[in-house]
């Protein structure tokens, strides 16, 4: 896991976690996973804080797959708090999310969301959509390195 080549997967719904875990295994992605069922247990993974306290905080996830509708604090809360950090800022946000509300696609991209995926009910068809999410964010995209940046 030194690597960093971890998904970050901030989901409260457990049958939606085992989908998305299934769907990841059955496309052949073998990055690690790290479950975090709220939004402050997401941030906590992030920064070294609370219950993952110690961590080396520096080692970052490839990817955040993030839910908007969780508990403690909301997806939007969390990806606003990734933005406003010097740490996290540049790391890959896609949201995935069952929200239909054009509100939510507005404010996901206007907080600097990298993508925003609906959750397919179609095991199938949410399968296929998370072969694509790995294909492109964790085999084709390229990241800056944490240490790297422009501003």
Known sequence: MGSGRVILLVEDNEDDEVLTLRA???????????????GEEALDYLFGTGAHAGRDASIVPQIILLDL???RLS?????RRIRADERTKLLPVVV?????????????????ANSYVRKPVDFAQFSEAVKTLGLFWLLLNEVPSPRRSTM
């Not at 990841?24 to 709220?38: E, F, P, S, Y």
């Not at 997806?75 to 990806?79: A, Q, S, T």
């Open 69 to 71: 509708n969780l508990p």
């Open 75 to 79: 997806g939007l809360d969390v990806l």
């Open 96 to 112: 995935l999310t069952s929200s239909k509300e054009d509100e939510d696609i507005v404010n996901s991209y206007s907080l600097g």
């Open 24 to 38: 990841l295994r059955k496309n052949n992605i073998a990055n690690d996973v790290v479950v975090a069922r709220d």
